[in-house]
Structures are given as C-alpha cells and as structure tokens.
C-alpha cells in the first residue's frame, strides 16, 4: 500500500519530470510529439476528473436542499439551471445558432451567460471605487510615493486626464514603462526563481506533501 | 525686358542648367557604378539547420560591397537535380542590407560565421515543401533592374536534432541553480540559518485563532489555476499547515475549488492535517469541494459563501486574476481578517490594498519553509537568495558596462554585454 | 463620531452610486476629447501595416463575455484593420466560454467588410488543452484543429493552404484577459516557434505586460479600453471605445476625487486624536 501511496507516485514524478525538462532541450520531432501525446493524456484525466468535480458539487448542494441549510434555495437554482443548460445544450447538439438562426442553446448563452458574467465584470470598477476610498490612504511616505504615481498614471491614462495636466500622459507613460516594468521584472525574477526551486525539490522528492500524507 | 532682369535671367538659366547637367552625370555614373558592382553572392554554404526539429536548410554568404536596399537577394530552392540556378522556385527575396546573421536569435556560440553574414532558412512554403532526409539544391541570386547573378549550385539535406544549443546556456544555468538549491538544503541540515519575519504568516495563528473565538468558518481558497502552476502547489502545502492548526483549533475549514484534480489533492493534504493534528475524526470529506472551473460564476459563489457564513478569516493563496478584488473586497465587507499570498503580479495591488497581509511574489513558496522551519525548506530559500544576488550582480555589472559604453563610446563593452545578453 | 470619522465609514453604496452616474452619464451625453496614441498600440499597428497584402494574421481570441466591454472593441478595431489590408485573417479562442461569441465577432466584421469565409478568413473554434493547443497548432495546425468552426477540414480551406503551422504565420495578436492568454502565447509559442506576436489585454492586466513589451518579447500591447480607442483612431473607424472613454475620463478623475478626500478626512481625523 505504501509503495502505490508513495513511493509509485513519487517515481513517476521523478521520472515524467526528468523527462519532460528535458523534452525542452530536445527539438526533435519525437520529443514533440511526446510532448502532445501527454498534453492530449493530461486534457483526458482532466476530462474524467470534471466527474469528480461535478459529483462533489452535487453532492454538497444535495446535501443542502436535503437539510434545508440557510440558502438552500440557491442550491436548487443550482440543479434547475445546471440540468437545463445540459439539457438544452444536448438537444441543439451543442450549437449556438443553426444557419444563422439562434438555437435555444444560444439563447442561454446570449441573454444569460453574457449579461451574467458582463454584471460580474463590471462590479469591478465599483469595487476598485469603494477599496481606493477605504484603503488607499497616506499613512506613511512610502504609501504617499504610490498614492501620487497612482494619481498620475489615473489622470494620464484618460483623454481628460491629460487635457487637464497634459504631462500627465508621458509621466504616466513613464512610471509604467520604467518603474513599473522594472519592479515586475524584480518580482518576476524572485518567482522564477521559486518556482524552479519547487520543481525541483517535487521532481527529486524533497517536496511531497502535495501527494498528502508526511514523512515516513 | 531690362538689361539687369536679362542678365539675372541668362544667371538662372546657367545656373539650372549646370545643376540638370550635375544631376544626370550623377545619375548616370550611380546606375553605371550599381551595374559594375553587383556580383554573384560569394563564400556561399548551405546546411542542415542545426539544432532544430528538421524541416529547414540553412543558407549563408558572405556580404558583398554593394549591399543596399537598392540590390535584391533572391534564395531559390528546387529538386536536387536541377543544376540551372534559374530553374529553380524563389522561396525569399529580400533587400540586399537585410537577413544578416546576426538577426537571427541564435548564440554566440552556435555561430559558425562572423554576424556580418547573410543567412537565410529554407522552409516549406506555399507550393514548395522540405522533407528530412530529401536533398535539395539551393541557390542565391543578386539582383538589381534586371541584371541577375547567380552562385553556385548546393545540394543539402535536411535533419531533425537530438539537442537545441542554442538552449546550452539555459541548462547549465538550470543545473547550477539545482544543484546550489541541494547544496543549501544540505548546508541546512546542518548549520542554523536566519529566516526574517513575515508578517502575513505570524498572522495565521491569530486568524485561525479569531475564528475559533467567534465560532466562525475559515475560508481558504488555492487560486485560479490547477496543480501545474507551482504557486497552486505552494497554495496546497500551506493549505495542510493551515489545516492542520484549524484542526487543533476545531474550527470549521471551507476550501472551495476551480479544478477537480486540485480539490482531490487538496482533500489528501487537509486528511492528512487532521490525522498529524490527532483529530481525524473532525475531518470532512466535504471541506473541500468543487464549484465551477468558470471565472465569475466561482466568485459569485464564493462571494455568497462569504455573505452566508461569514467566515472569520480569509486565505487567498495561489494565482487570481481579476476576481481578486471581487473576492477580497466581499471578505473585508463581511470584517474577515484576510491573508493573501500570490505571485500573480498584477492582482498584487489589489490584494495589498484590500487584505490585512499580503504575501508577495516568492514569500508564497517561503512560506512552507517558515511554517514547518524544517531545513530542507529554509535551505531551499538560502538556494533562492543566492540564485538572486548572482542575478542582481549580472544586471549590475551590465548597467556599470551599458553606461561606460554609452558615455565613452568604446565598443569593448558591448562584447560583455553580448555575452550577458546570450546568457539570458 | 466625528464628521471625519462618519465619512470615512460612509455607506459604500453611495460611492456605488457616484461611480455609476459617472460612467452613465458621459455614456448619455459624449463629449469627445481627442485621445493620444501610445508608442506601445502603435507597435501593432505599425506592424500590420507594414504586411505584405496575403500575409497570414492570426487573431486569439481568449477571452469570454466578461471581458467582452474592453476587448471586444480591440479585436473589432484589429479585424477591421487586418481586412482593410487584405491579410489572410486566421481566429481562434482558447476560451471555451468565449467560442460563441468570438463567432459573432468574426462573422460581423467579415460581413461589414465584405470577406468571405474559408477564403479570406477563417474562425477556428475552440479546441481543449489551453496552452497544450497551441503547442499542437505549432507541429501540426491541421491536427490541432481538423475542421473549422463550421465543421469544414482545415486542409481543404483555401485560406490555409500552405500554413501547415505557427511556423507560417506571419503575425500573431493574442486577445487575453487571463490564463491562457498573452503569456501562453509568448511561452509555448513565439519563443519556441518564431513567429512575431502582439498582445490585448484589459487595462488591470496591462501594466503586468509590460516587461514583455519593454524587452521585446511581444511588439506591442493594447491595454484596455484606452487600447482599444487608440486603435480605433489609429484605423480612422471611431467606435464603441471611443464613445467609452468620456465614461472611463470621469470614472477615473471621480476616484481620484474620492481618494483626495478620503485622504483629507483621514488628515483631519488624526489631527483630531492628535
């Protein structure tokens, strides 16, 4: 049992990792093609795992409308637009319009999936509103330096920004080109570097609480 | 007419007439001259490219003292047997002071000529196809108006390679750091080293235990993407850290996920918490489950479960996108203390802005090492520091050199800056 | 509690409300205010201007109806362009959520230019895997997507004749608002198959492009809905961007009202405390 648990899991690690790292140095029609043929295996087990996700989701949901839990009407919203979207989109085949005619399919998409997505969308700009006003204060020189740069870079990055204080647009241009860039490059270079050093403490074996379970 | 006007006049005229003549002798000994000069591509070599995955030849010559954009090249290709360059198909065509060696992004050590050179790959193009293993004859011709000089014919075969190198540089910098990151770790184990504070991690203690006070949930969310991005990995490892004190505390842990895969690793991780925590007996199969893999349908979800139970703190481990501030700013509504850690940079102001701590960028993957202080972790972060300051001492020594080059306007610094640059 | 302290524990609604008159508003009654064009929006107009008529333009669009407000308008605003030209306009979505209305998109604009489909441009669909697609579209285009959305071979489509992989295509624009999106584009495409690439994305995720932009890595970024203005000037067909920016000018100067005045009751309260 320890050897499937552990040890099994953690060989194929050492060994698929060994190998596709490799893969990268290797320009050589077969290595691309195993490339492919283990991105076409991942997208399958991913397509078998939405059953697991999809089971969990309604069981928990079954759970509430079970129980009654606060909420649980959600739940049922849950399974009637879940069961219906399958169903309809099983009875247009799939298709968002035949021949230039919306199919029912279509219809969801078009007048519930956009309009529904759109709204969660465009609360952002609501929310980024209500955040600046209660977080975005000067309590101290460096949060005054990027209450100032924020200003600027807002004002430069619109027409009226710009007409007002017309310098804005370059001294905006600028702190993005420059300051920004350069802070994300520092960032970026201390997350590659953490990211390698991940992979290869999991490729080795160092790192294997991810597969659950401590050490032994 | 005046004498002086008729005078001025004659001036004019003079002077027009010399400046005509001045421009259609000059005309006449520039086309003169472009016609004497252009001659047939010389040193020519063609190849099999190297280093690639087959498919392509490799054509090179040596420039010529006429190259300019008014000279064409022509690269002609055509079955092995052909000898006549002009029976031939053009695959590229091209002005003559354009595709130098040097445009192509290969390293300085894969040259085999000075970057001076023309080079040129043949490739399948629109009614012409290259196979491995099929020889073909190539050729270049120079153009202008309608004078064509030809080179000489080459045959040669394309092949598939076993190793890119221009890549050589990319795996010996890999292999260093991997091998830097095992010296540290057993350095680790042996020598005590200092880890600095990191505010956000003191503060899951005093999160999981506020939660336990009011009675209230802990949410924990492991971001956006699944198990092949490290930082959801790194989001996983605390998860069980944080999983196994909510189980010490007995307080409720909620973990709603975007991908099945992570939500099964993820169920592992947290059994295995409470086992460590000796409290499997509170652990729940349905601690975490799935919603949806959708962006703004999962938001909407987790901002409900917010609204609903309230939790009393917040986790937003691993990679967002613009959901950040949808999710955070719903938790700080309901008063959570919220903890953020994500090397998503650009979800970074939001999270900063709307959360109690943030961890930012690599603290997320410190962040395992300074909730187990295990050395195997901590030597794993001395590995990263040290990778950085060998980065940082590159990009210092390359500004010092940019700037000597620019003021003095010596070349020597430039082959310095090469180097660094193709070691990129 | 002070005044101070009340205001800045104002009901979030009311900022809600004040954020949403100031996109309302400007949206009711334009006002116009000319736009400037950035070097980084120019980089990608420049570069399809410069394409030979018949290049092969290859448009992705990976973004879903969320996004569609900003985006939308660049891709709309690049189509426009790329047909203008005559370019041979390949679309794809990496985007499951986004197929349908990529579709649209595309049909529109072919339509509003006169393009056929299947011989001046083609929409691809979607396929599965994210970024493992476009590692297939670049050994083999044919199989990483055997039919177009319409069901038809890709090998039999006038339009792809000869472009067996990314490896033909001529110039690339990736659409993001997310993973996959730009960065895929860049990491399992470009750089492993040489091809010349642009990026679009929505204005959060635009200053977290610029080190691609700033080291050469894409030739140009549109960013946002400012973007997605820009390139419509650019082209000279003003659209829904355009008529947006009055919104996005007052919905910008409105927060930066609000966080002067937080910031002066925040001032206020201390001296208050002392």
């Known amino acids: ?216 | 007419m005046s004498d002086v006007n008729s005078q001025a006049f004659i001036g004019q005229r003079s002077v027009c007439m010399v400046v005509w003549t001045l421009l259609v002798f000059g005309w006449l000994c520039s086309s003169a001259l472009a016609q004497i000069s252009i001659s047939a591509p010389q040193d020519m070599r063609v190849f099999d490219t190297p280093s690639d995955g087959g498919g392509s030849l490799t054509v090179q010559w040596a420039p010529s003292s006429w190259d300019g954009p008014d000279a064409r090249y022509q690269v002609l290709a055509g079955d092995a047997a052909v000898t006549d360059p002009a029976a031939l198909t053009i695959i590229a065509e091209f002005p003559g002071n354009s595709k130098y060696v040097k445009d192509a992004k290969t390293a300085w050590w894969t040259r085999n000529v000075d970057k001076t050179w023309h080079q040129v790959l043949v490739r399948s193009a629109k009614g012409f196809e290259v196979k491995d293993g099929i020889f073909y004859a190539v050729a270049v011709a120079a153009v202008q108006g309608d004078q064509r000089v030809f080179s000489q014919v080459l045959v040669a075969s394309p092949s598939p390679d076993w190793f890119n190198w221009n890549q050589l540089n990319n795996l010996i910098i890999a292999l260093s750091f991997g091998g830097l990151v095992f010296y540290s770790i057993s350095y680790a184990k042996r020598h005590e080293i200092f880890l600095r504070r990191i505010p956000g991690l003191d503060a899951v203690d005093e999160a999981i235990g506020r939660a336990t006070e009011l009675g209230k949930p802990i949410l924990y969310l492991t971001g956006a993407h699944d198990l092949h991005d490290p930082s959801t990995i790194a989001a996983a490892v605390i998860l069980g850290k944080v999983a196994k004190r909510a189980a010490l505390y007995e307080t409720e842990l909620l973990v709603p996920h975007r991908e099945p895969i992570t939500m099964a690793v993820c169920q592992e991780i947290t059994k295995q918490a409470y086992l460590e925590a000796g409290k499997p007996d509170l652990f729940k199969e349905d601690a975490n489950f799935f919603i949806t893999a959708d962006q703004f349908s999962y938001t909407a979800a987790v901002d409900g479960i917010m609204l609903r139970k309230k939790p009393a703190a917040n986790f937003f481990m691993g990679a967002y996108f613009a959901e950040s501030l949808l999710l955070t700013e719903t938790g700080a509504s309901t008063g959570a203390i919220q903890i953020a850690g994500t090397d998503s940079d650009h979800q970074l102001p939001f999270f900063v802005t709307t959360c109690d701590y943030t961890l930012i960028g690599e603290e997320l993957y410190a962040a395992s090492a300074y909730l187990s202080k295990e050395p195997v972790q901590i030597g794993t972060l001395l590995g990263q520091d040290i990778g950085k300051a060998v980065v940082l001492s590159a990009i210092g020594i390359g500004i010092v050199l940019a700037t000597v080059g620019a003021v003095t306007g010596a070349q020597w610094p430039q082959l310095f800056l090469d180097l660094l640059r193709d070691l990129k | 509690m002070t005044f101070s302290e009340k205001m800045l524990k104002i009901d979030r609604r009311i900022i809600f409300l004040m954020i949403g008159l100031c996109t309302l508003l400007p949206l009711l009654y334009p006002v116009g205010l000319p736009i400037k064009t950035s070097s980084e929006v120019r980089g990608v107009y420049d570069h399809i201007e410069s394409l030979p008529e018949g290049s092969v333009f290859l448009l992705s669009i990976d973004f879903d109806p969320a996004s569609k407000p900003e985006l939308y308008p660049q891709a709309i605003a690049l189509l426009r362009h790329a047909f203008k030209k005559n370019l041979h306009v390949i679309t794809m979505t990496l985007w499951v959520s986004g197929t349908g209305m990529a579709d649209q998109l595309v049909t529109q604009v072919a339509k509003e230019m006169g393009k056929e489909n299947g011989t001046d441009y083609t929409f691809l669909g979607w396929s599965p895997g994210g970024q493992a697609v476009i590692i297939n579209m670049g050994q083999d285009l044919y199989s990483a997507y055997p039919s177009d959305y319409r069901g038809k071979p890709t090998k039999e489509l006038p339009i792809l004749e000869g472009v067996r992989s990314l490896k033909d295509v001529g110039y690339m624009v990736s659409l993001g608002a997310g993973r996959p999106g730009v960065e895929e584009w860049y990491v399992f495409g470009k750089d492993k198959y040489k091809f010349e690439m642009g990026g679009g994305c929505t204005g959060v995720m635009a200053p977290g492009l610029y080190p691609l932009l700033r080291s050469g890595q894409i030739n140009g970024l549109i960013g946002g809905l400012r973007g997605a203005a820009e390139y419509e000037n650019l082209i000279g067909q003003k659209g829904k961007a355009v008529a947006g920016m009055d919104a996005q000018s007052a919905t910008h100067l409105a927060i930066i009202a609000l966080v002067i005045m937080c910031n002066l009751f925040y001032f206020s309260l201390r001296q208050q405390k002392g």
């Open chain 1, 1 to 216: 049992m320890i050897f499937l648990r552990r040890q099994l899991p953690l060989l194929i690690t050492l060994v698929t990792g060994l190998l596709f790292a490799a893969q990268y140095y290797v320009p050589h029609p077969a290595s691309e093609q195993m490339l492919t043929s283990a991105t076409k295996w991942l997208q399958i087990v991913g397509g078998f795992a939405l059953i697991l996700g999809v089971t969990s989701l309604f069981h928990q949901h079954a759970v509430k409308i079970r129980r009654q839990e606060a909420g649980w009407g959600y739940s049922l919203v849950l399974y009637v637009g879940m069961l219906g979207t399958i169903a309809v989109g099983l009875w247009t085949n799939g298709k968002e319009s035949v021949e230039g005619t919306m199919t029912a399919f279509g219809w969801i998409y078009n007048y519930m999936m956009v309009p529904l997505q759109g709204t969660m969308f465009a609360i952002l700009a609501f929310f980024i509103a209500s955040a600046a006003y209660r977080s975005f204060r000067a309590k101290s020189r460096e949060a005054a330096v990027l209450l100032v740069a924020a200003v600027i870079v807002m004002m430069g990055r619109v027409p009226l920004g710009e007409y007002l204080i017309p310098l804005s647009g370059d001294v905006s241009s600028w702190i993005l080109n420059v300051l920004n860039s350069s802070v994300r490059r520092a960032i970026l270079i201390g997350v590659s570097l953490g990211a390698v050093a991940l992979s290869f403490k999991i490729i080795f074996g160092v790192e294997r609480s991810y597969l659950g379970g401590g050490k032994e």
